[in-house]
C-alpha cells in the first residue's frame, strides 16, 4: 500500500498542509521542520504525486540544460556541476544537445516548453529573436557563453579574449615570434573571441598581419591532431602552438610526439578550458584555466533565483574571468610554473 501525505504528516508531527509546503519549498517553513519532514519522507519512502504537484503548484520541479553537444569532458564538467547544484535543491534536470542550426533551437526550446521551471542555453546559434518567438516571456532563461544582445535575458560568458592574448603573451614573453593557432569551429563564439585574442597579442607585439598562422579545426582532439600536419609542413615552422581548446592540443600533442617532435623542447603547445585530463598527459599542458564545473553551478544558481523571483528580478551580464595554468608544454622552469592573471599573463595568484 502507497504511503500518503497524511502517514508523513503523523509520523513528522506536522500538519499535511506543512507537508505540502515542504514539497512546494515554501518559504513559510521552518528549516528544522522541513529537515524532520524530509527524514521521515525518506525513512517512508514517499514519493509526491510529480503530476498533482505540477498541476496544483504550476511548477514542473525540472531544469532544461541546452547544449551544442555532450561530447568531451567540457561539456561533462558543465553538466556535472549543473546537476549537483539541481540535485541540492531538489529539482531534475533535463539535457538536450546537438543543436547547431535554427531548426533543431526551435525544435528543442518547444519541447521544453511547460516541462521545466526555468532553461540554461549553451549555443552559439541562438538569437534574441528565436528565443522570444519560442518561449513564454514568464519564463526564465540564462545564456551560458551566447552572443545575445541587450539584457532581457541573464547571461554569463567566458572571457575569451583576454584567455588567449594572455596565452600568446606569454608564448611571445619566451621568444616565440611564430605562434599557429588551431581554430575553433567558425561562427562559434568561444572561437570567434579567441582567434581575437591571439590576434590582438601577435599585432602588438609587431608582427605583421600576414605573418599570422592560423589552421583550421573544430573542438575534437581529430582536428587538432590533423592540424599538425599542416603546421609541420610549414617553412620556416612555428616554434609554438596555441589550440584553441584542450582537446584540440592534446590531440596535437599525439600528432607531434608521433611525429617525433619534442614538446616543448622543439615547439611549445598550449590550451584553453583546463579540463581535467591536461594535468595527467605529458608534458602536462599549459593552458587557459576556465572552472567548468563551476560554469553549470553558477548558471543554475542565477536560474533558480530567476524562478523564485518569478523572472520579475534584475537580469544580469555577467563576464567570468580566466586565468593562465602553466605547466610542462610551454616550457617553463620549474619554479616559474604557477597561476597567473589571464590579462597580460603577469599577475601571480599562486603555484599550481
Known sequence: MAVTMKEVARRARVSTATVSRVFNDSNLVGEETRERVWTVAKELRYVPNPVGRS???????A???LLPDLYGEFFSEVIRGADQTVQQHRYHLLISSSHNDRSEIEAALQMMHGRVDGLVIMTPHIDAQTLHANLPKSLPVVLLNCPVAGNAFDSMSIDNYSGAYGM????????HRRIAIIKG???????IERLRGYRAAITEAGIQAEDLIEVSGDFSEAS????VETILGLSPRPSAIFASN?????GALSALKLAKVQVPGEMALVGFDNIPVGNYVKPTLTTVN?????LGVQAVTRLLHAVREKNSHTKHQVILPTTLIIRESCGCPVEERSQYSAKGGDATASNN
Open 55 to 61: 498541476l496544483s503548484t504550476r511548477r514542473t520541479d
Open 63 to 65: 531544469i532544461g540544460l
Open 168 to 175: 600568446v603573451r606569454h608564448l611571445l614573453a619566451h621568444g
Open 185 to 191: 569551429i567558425e561562427r562559434n563564439y568561444d572561437a
Open 224 to 227: 587538432g591532431y590533423k592540424a
Open 246 to 250: 584542450d582537446s584540440m592540443a592534446i
Open 290 to 294: 576556465v572552472d567548468i564545473s563551476n
